[in-house]
């Protein structure tokens, strides 16, 4: 994670996208980079339109691999069923939760591709990120990024988001990400601004980065 390198203006995720498939693979034969931020700062949207930059990478989400039960005592789990196959070249499969039924699903094929993107509050957690390419931070606040997750979310799952407040807050208390973030990416009205993160020893060719593409903030 100590390259150097510049990304062109008003090309953000494009140029972001070539970055990254240019990095040595970290598990495996994958680049495997972590999304991580708060909940409801639009980790998933960057993580789908870096998908779409990077032609179709796959995405893991990490709501699939937490549950109610265990809204971070999932690392095990995700070694298990994703980190260890990939870093065998293999296929992996995990199993889904569904929040709604409260159980886990059919499992679901995760190919070895040359980069996955893995999208959650705690992607970037230490017992990860040995495995990660780099790892980028969703640089929006903890504030406004509950209060619309809460918004987007609605009255039924007030009680839910008090519990989860009180849970990601110590998470990010006992093993924060953004202090080994390889870039923070900041979203704009009209797209991303990429800029070193502080896990990164600035070097003289790095500028702001900023783009032009769809919001992020949905």
Do not use: N
């Not at 495995?131 to 509950?146: G, R, Y």
């Not at 809460?150 to 407040?165: A, K, N, P």
């Not at 924060?176 to 973030?181: I, L, M, V, Y």
């Amino acid at each position: 994670m100590s390259h150097s390198y510049r990304i062109a203006p008003a090309t953000a995720l494009p140029e972001l996208a070539r970055l990254l498939r240019e990095l040595p693979p970290s598990c495996g034969p994958v680049r495997l980079i972590g999304v991580d931020g708060h909940a409801g700062s639009g980790k998933s949207t960057l993580a789908g339109q870096l998908a779409d930059a990077l032609g179709g990478a796959p995405v893991l989400h990490l709501d699939d691999i937490a549950s109610h039960d265990e809204l971070f005592a999932w690392t095990q789990r995700l070694i298990d069923q994703v980190i260890e196959p990939l870093g065998r070249g293999e296929t992996a499969h995990y199993t889904p939760y569904d929040w709604r039924a409260r159980r886990f699903g059919p499992p679901r094929p995760l190919p070895p591709a040359p980069v996955v993107l893995v999208d959650g509050v705690g992607a970037g957690r230490r017992a990860l990120r040995p495995f990660l390419t780099h790892l980028l931070w969703l640089e929006f606040s903890h504030e406004d990024a509950w209060a619309r997750g809460q918004l987007r979310d609605g009255e039924e799952q007030r009680e839910f988001w008090d519990g989860w407040v009180r849970a990601e807050r110590r998470h990010f208390d006992e093993d924060p990400s953004r202090p080994f973030a390889d870039l923070l990416v900041r979203p704009l009205p009209t797209g991303y601004e990429v800029l070193p993160g502080p896990g990164r020893s600035p070097g003289p060719d790095q500028d702001v980065t900023h783009g032009d593409g769809p919001s992020a903030m949905c």
